[in-house]
């Protein structure tokens, strides 16, 4: 997941803005550890899928992207 966001960070850092509470240096540490541990490949599934395939992921419990596909 080489350069993907495996959430969506944008988003909490512009609601910190929005309500007026910018996100302390911990925060920020803690969001970047998440971040580097979400990406690592140590922590990461790869697969292929085939045609017909599917895979049912709880939002919850995993993170979860996928790469570009034709």
């Given amino acids: 997941m080489a350069n993907q966001l495996p959430f969506v960070r944008p988003y909490i850092e512009a609601a910190a ?3 007026g509470e910018p996100l302390t240096a ?3 540490e803690a969001l970047n ?3 580097d541990l979400a990406n690592s490949e140590r922590l ?3 697969y ?3 045609p017909g ?3 049912f992921f709880n939002n919850y419990t995993m993170i ?3 790469t570009p596909f034709v």
């Fill in 17 to 19: 803005v929005e309500l």
């Fill in 26 to 28: 911990k925060e920020v």
């Fill in 33 to 35: 550890l998440f971040q």
């Fill in 44 to 46: 990461s599934l790869r």
């Fill in 48 to 50: 292929v899928m085939a």
């Fill in 53 to 55: 395939e599917i895979v």
């Fill in 64 to 66: 979860h992207a996928r």
